[in-house]
């Protein structure tokens, strides 16, 4: 069965720093991939996809993520945090035959001014 | 601006009341889901939907009922409410991609 896991719990940075969120998935083929992200009492936002090609992804409010088959991660970088960015971010895969999504706890970001 | 509303935000509800959580969605997409989400346990699939007149139990559907009556609205239906039900519910919507984009979510807390 397909699964992931952020080994990371919480995570606490500086503003101005750089972030990487850590993802690990386990499947035998290759996995659609997503990243989300949860504010603060408020829905959960579409912050990037991975389908297939390009390893480097571009999502929103400048974040990115790479996938690699070799290491079986698909990690959530930023060049440099906003205390905004603040949130709960949740790497999650389709499941291949019903498309269910499957959510895990997600990594709680702390952004410290 | 395609979205997925919910309603109520907030909803108080008593001990074996029915209550129903609707959901809109302006993204002209087949699939919906609905989730809810509790500390220690991530968001759990309830019920989901391909099209209009279809439901589908996901993973944790007892004690809920689901009505997709159009494209565009997907309720959740709780006949008997329960405190173990109290939680805060999502509705998404999806299309053929995968992705799922969601609604801003609906406290429930039954006494």
């Known amino acids: 069965a397909q699964s992931v896991t952020q080994p990371d719990a919480r995570v606490t940075v500086s503003e101005g720093a750089s972030l990487q969120l850590r993802c690990k998935y386990s499947y035998s083929g290759t996995p659609y991939l997503f990243w989300y992200v949860q504010y603060p009492r408020q829905g959960l936002q579409l912050l990037l996809k991975y389908y297939s090609g390009d390893p480097v992804v571009q999502g929103v409010n400048g974040f990115e993520a790479e996938f690699s088959k070799s290491n079986s991660s698909f990690h959530l970088r930023k060049a440099s945090v906003h205390w905004s960015d603040s949130a709960v971010y949740f790497c999650v895969p389709i499941t291949g035959n019903t498309g269910k999504l499957i959510f895990g706890l997600g990594t709680t970001l702390q952004v410290q001014p | 601006e395609a979205a997925v509303t919910q309603s109520p935000r907030n909803k108080v509800a008593v001990t074996g009341g029915k209550v129903t959580l609707s959901c809109n969605q302006t993204n002209n997409h087949n699939n919906m889901y609905w989730y809810r989400q509790d500390t220690g346990h991530g968001l759990r699939l309830i019920h989901y939907s391909y099209g209009a007149g279809s439901t589908e139990k996901g993973d944790i559907p007892d004690g809920y009922k689901a009505s997709r009556p159009s494209q565009e609205n997907f309720s959740l239906i709780l006949e008997l409410a329960t405190p173990s039900q109290t939680s805060v519910y999502f509705c998404?919507?999806?299309?053929?991609?995968?992705?799922?984009?969601f609604g801003p979510g609906t406290r429930l807390t039954v006494l």
């Open positions: 998404a919507s999806g299309g053929g991609a995968g992705e799922q984009y």
